[in-house]
């Protein structure tokens, strides 16, 4: 389960689970001091590249999932708690909700112990693939590159709907990571046999594993509080891999929550360039130390949700475990829907610059409307 009890309760090994998960979570920041970027001259995503930053973290966390053994935890991750913006001591009966793999604690890695170095080499591989050069095939300049087709450039604002569709051909362009997909669900719905059409391979290859990505809008100038019950519960299933999503103009990387907060990673720091060539190049960097929160009510409706499924049978759960969690929202428009079939209509892969229409099975038809913010139709 990814439920786990208050730092501060009196179950100690609770505690020291809690932040090797935290700080085993990959760290993507701004950076400074990297080669210029492709037809400017900026060396530095400061300032406009927060939504490209979230959604490496997200996608490094399906890749981490998907290379590494179930319930890794980076042997370095021992994070403290501050006073300041952070989780302060909370009653025992509190509760942190942190998204990880599944729960091994029988296996215990420590700094005196020695790695399998194959998941070290994995883990720094993972890292490589997010290096802020032009040959990181995750990387600023890599991703820069590709949201040029949906008329963005350096310096520009990317929505989470943008950088959804930018992850997704980042992936497929690249040879890495091997029998990986990433799927963008189309006007708030995912059809599932695209899904399994992307999945399926013919013997003796089996299962795809997929990234699925699904770009929503939850409210108009502020998030919908009907909303809220349904977002934490899809932060509880083990398949749920984060969101993209912030407050307004400034987005943050939503991994768990506490009570009525939001816990995330913050990619606003301004970090020197690492070069990753070097052999035992230094992680501290990409790992953070400080989980931090902030109310749900401060979250920008905009957003994208990601899950990972490893193999058709964790398709199928997810499937029915995310259908489950979007039932809380229930008197509401749902957040979004599963629908059997494929997409009818042949559209362009970019979503259009400012407004998406919903077309859906008759049940849930929404009238078409032209009152959409930052890429998005109001749910």
Known sequence: RSKLVSAWNSDQGETEHFRRTFGSLLWLTYRRGFPPLGGCTLTSDSGWGCVLRTG?????????LHLLPPGWTWSAAHPQFKDDMDLG???????LHLKEGPDERGRKLSLGSLLDRNVETTHRRVVSWFADQPSAPFGIHQL?????????KAGDWYGP??????????VNASPDPPSLTVYVAQDCTIYVDDVRRLCER???????????????????????SAYVTCVKK???LECCIGIIGGKPKHSLYFIGFQDDNLLYLDPHYCQP???VGNTNFSLESFHCKYPRKMSVSRMDPSCTIGFYAKSQKDFEALCTEVTEALSSSAGTYPMFIFAEGHRQEEEEDDPPANTTYVQRQKKHRRPETTN????????
Do not use: C, Y
């Open 144 to 152: 820069v590159d590709l949201g040029k087709s949906s008329g963005k």
């Open 372 to 379: 959409s913010l930052d890429e998005f139709v109001l749910l």
């Open 234 to 236: 899809l932060l509880t």
């Open 273 to 275: 360039t690492v070069d």
């Open 56 to 64: 490496q973290m997200l996608l490094a966390k399906g890749l981490l």
């Open 202 to 224: 013919p013997p003796p290859q089996g299962w795809k594993s997929v990234v699925i990505l699904v770009p929503v809008r939850l409210g108009g100038q502020g998030l919908n």
């Open 161 to 170: 709907s943008i950088v959804a569709h930018i992850l997704q051909k980042a």
């Open 89 to 95: 001591r909370q009653p025992p009966d509190r509760e």
